[in-house]
């Protein structure tokens, strides 16, 4: 009896072990969460993808939402789901990283989400109004320094990108400004732009689209952004702050390693695609082509930079 | 040259192909309307990528379809089974439900369907010729703005639980304390999860709507006293009931416009949303009607209050969007995108250079309206007679789809447990005669308190005087007023009708 049991067993699991050996991943339907509401910056770039990975991947790709948290319930899910890179999730620099440094418990820790690539960066910059007082970014720290704590900046969020870049910015410049962050990156547009606060901190697509009406006192890039190439960057005045907000797309940890790159070559295929590069120009973002590895190492480079900044003022 | 072009706009809305994109937008968006769970959001969403292909008309026009359709579709549910098919219409239940109980559904739906029409072509004749000076007034709207309209938003409380205040401020106070769960707006910490990573989120506004409103509805009346069907009568459609609407709705016209005013203002106000602007427009419809007692009990009215109000918020919060950019509410994000990917940068752009594809899109939203008027009227004697069916069909097929609607909002299981719970909560305190509106009520109003206070103070204290910066400006003051008005109102009412009574009884 116990021998026909064995036999059974190892008859039954012959055609699985044989059909995961052979079968070429992937060979059914990818689901592509979204840790974002529908209609948000994420949600729009995986519906650009959307018809592209499924052709390149030949398989369907279902996008689907998990919102909550800033993201951090759609990747605490993520971190539980199987590693068969069936499932995967966008991911957001700084959002991974400093979720977990500055909540304790987020559900996920950073190093958990297996990074496939990332393939639009969205340099973060510092503005006031066109009709402001303050026309370069000395005026501004002269004036801040005068009068600690006056200046109002509004920004998305608390303990995000913009947050982030504003500790840096007002340590690095040794001054005092009043951080006002709101639910979202429209409604602290909306803030600024009716004059509720004196300057912002913004994601470059949203000043590409107000530029009418703004002045970029300094961007957050490596390199001058593209689309206002007579703002400066914070690194061109002096200043070592790089903020971004960095969009990608990670799998569970413990995904085998050509799964991972199978689904970074589409990513990447896509990523590089001229047509895909030159509507993301359009819009105000800049494309990156960033495979898994590369973005391994730029994670920790980050984290590094930001990990003694959440230390020092979080109380 | 603006009339040229909403002339073109129109024309181009009458091209066969793109009439029947829009009939599908408005099919579609009635569906995702009136499934809760599913969200005009969603239903947006989806399509986006569908645009891609289309001309930029084409596409905007179904999009166009789907958001107006999406607006009307929510209140099918909430007048049939008490539950609001999105948080938008809420205020439809009050008067929406008692009548389908009175048998008088399909002049609910009617009146739904009419309604929104009419509040749907206010606001857009508003929205083409009136946007650019609208937006600036939209963008005065800041932290203190918000605060005020949150507390503004409290005080309907009142008059919502008139037989006992303290029960309704009880309830609200719940809804404050639920709505402070999950991470802070602002400072980001994490409050009230006991532990469930998932709880970060916060509550789910239609998780606790489904919660709320049907489950108890379903305990009480379907299981708890074994009726056989939903409802005390059969409901027999005809088709005089849809003149009988019309006719009662043209003698109220001040109370349509009034509420298709007041859905255009709370919609053009960057993220207050559509959700409260039926609750406002209800309350303002009870406060000044001769006979406020009607309200609550099934009055046509009531629904058309709520339901006008809603559907004029959609053109409403896309006025800051189209001229600014600013998406006044979620759907409005979605159609911010969908404009971007056409290459189409909102702003003073979008009235010149692409006009034509703007008007499209506008006329698209009016003849939409129309639409919603044709499809809900005559569509009432089929949705209407779902109500027939008998409860042990009906009662099982409803909680299957609040269990999907729950699931579904989000992708989220702990939303379904969250679901139970709240019905469970709904059937004790409905037991003990609390209505669930004020809990919800403060579910939505608490984060703009939250955020607009917290932001007030910020910004205060940089300026030096918080107390000045929070009073002080011309919006502010005339919400202040407002609140106090509102506040002060039903113990005038009372005054009033003891003062009438003992001059009839001079008399």
Redesign the interface.
Known sequence: MKRFLVILLVLTSLPLLAGSSQAEFPEKAITY?IPF?????S??EA??Q??LLEKYLGVDVIV???????G??GW?ELIKKKPTGYFISGINIPHIILQPL??G???YETEQLQPIAFFQATPIGLAVLKDSEFKSLSELTEYAKQNP????CGGS???SGHHIAHLQFSKAAGITM??????GA??S???F?????QAVWANSNDLV??E?KVRVLAFGSEKPFANMPDAPTFKSLGFDILASIDRGAGAPPGTPADRIQKLEEAFLKIATDPKIME?MK??GFVPLAMGSEESKAYIQKMRKAWEPVVKEFKK | MLIDAALYGLLEVFIPSNMLFLFVGVFMGIVFGALPGLTA??G??LL??FTFTMSPASGLIMLAGIYVGAMYGDAIPAILINTPGTPAAIATTFDGFPLSQKGMAQHALVAAAVASAFGSLVANLILAFAAPPLAKA??????PEYFWLGIFGLTIISSLSAESMIKGFLAGTVGLLLSAV???????D?RLTFGF??L???IALIVALIGFFCLPEILINVIGQRRATYTDKLIEPSLSVIGQVIKALFLHPILVFRSAIIGTIVGFA??AGGNIASMVSYNEAKRWDKHPEEYGKGTIKGVAASEAANSAMAPGSLI?LLT????GS??A??I??AL??H?M????DLFSIHAHVTFAFIMGLLVAAFMVSLIGSFGSFFFSRIINIPSRYLAPAIIFMTVLGSYAI???VLDIWIMFVFGIVGYVSSKLKFHPAPIVLGLILG?FIE?GLV?SM??G???GNVFAYMTLRPISLVLIALCVMSAVWPFFAKWKAVRRKEKEEQR
């Open positions: 969460s509401g529908p209609g948000g910056q949600d729009l519906r650009r959307q018809p689907q939402y998990k919102p909550g948290g800033g951090s319930v605490a500055a909540r418990n987020a559900g704590g006056a200046v109002t969020g608390t303990w009043t951080y006002i962050p709101e639910s429209a409604k547009i909306a803030s732009l009716g004059g509720h606060v689209q107000h009418d509507q359009r819009d | 959001t969603m947006l969403a986006v990528p939209s963008l005065a709207f800041g932290p999950g991470m802070a707006p602002i400072g980001g994490v990573p998932e970060q989120a916060g960057p993220g800051p600014l950019g600013i998406p979620p759907p994000a979605v911010l995108g971007m990917l290459g940068r909102p702003g003073a989000r992708n989220n984060p955020e932001q910020l910004a204290r940089a300026s």
